[in-house]
Nanobody, 130 residues
Framework: QVRLVESGGDSVQSGGSLRLSCETSGFTYNRGTSSNMAWFRQAPGKDREGVAAINNDDETTYADSVKGRFTISRDGTNKILYLEMTSLKPEDTAIYYC?????????????????????WGRGTQVTVSS
């Protein structure tokens, strides 16, 4: 059973940094397994939006709103997905979710589409105050 558990959310001031973690279980992740892992976020009253994604070849994709500020990565065991967030802004306030799908999306253009992902965590709250 695939299980994703996010952590690391907190309340910070504008300009601050946070690192989110997503612990995974129930599947084996390696380069030979076609997959995408991604971070999404959802602010109150807004749709869930893709933030960053990584595939089994370690290719990464970022939403324009976070390019240069956020970094997605995995740990050496490929069991934990990270989202390093710097220069945080009030508009980054949201619940952040990690997600995974197998195999990876057919088109790179879809990699940040929420409806492409099957397995989801329950989220962790990030609040950025001005």
């Amino acid at each position: 059973q695939v299980r994703l558990v996010e952590s690391g959310g907190d309340s910070v001031q504008s300009g601050g940094s946070l690192r989110l973690s997503c612990e995974t279980s129930g599947f084996t992740y390696n380069r030979g397994t076609s997959s995408n892992m991604a971070w999404f976020r959802q602010a109150p009253g807004k749709d869930r939006e893709g933030v960053a994604a990584i595939n089994n070849d370690d290719e990464t994709t970022y939403a324009d709103s976070v390019k240069g500020r956020f970094t997605i990565s995995r740990d050496g065991t490929n069991k934990i997905l990270y989202l390093e967030m710097t220069s945080l802004k009030p508009e980054d306030t949201a619940i952040y979710y990690c997600a995974v799908r197998f195999p990876r999306v057919l088109s790179p253009e879809w990699v940040l589409r929420a409806d492409e992902y099957v397995f989801w965590g329950r989220g962790t709250q990030v609040t950025v105050s001005s």
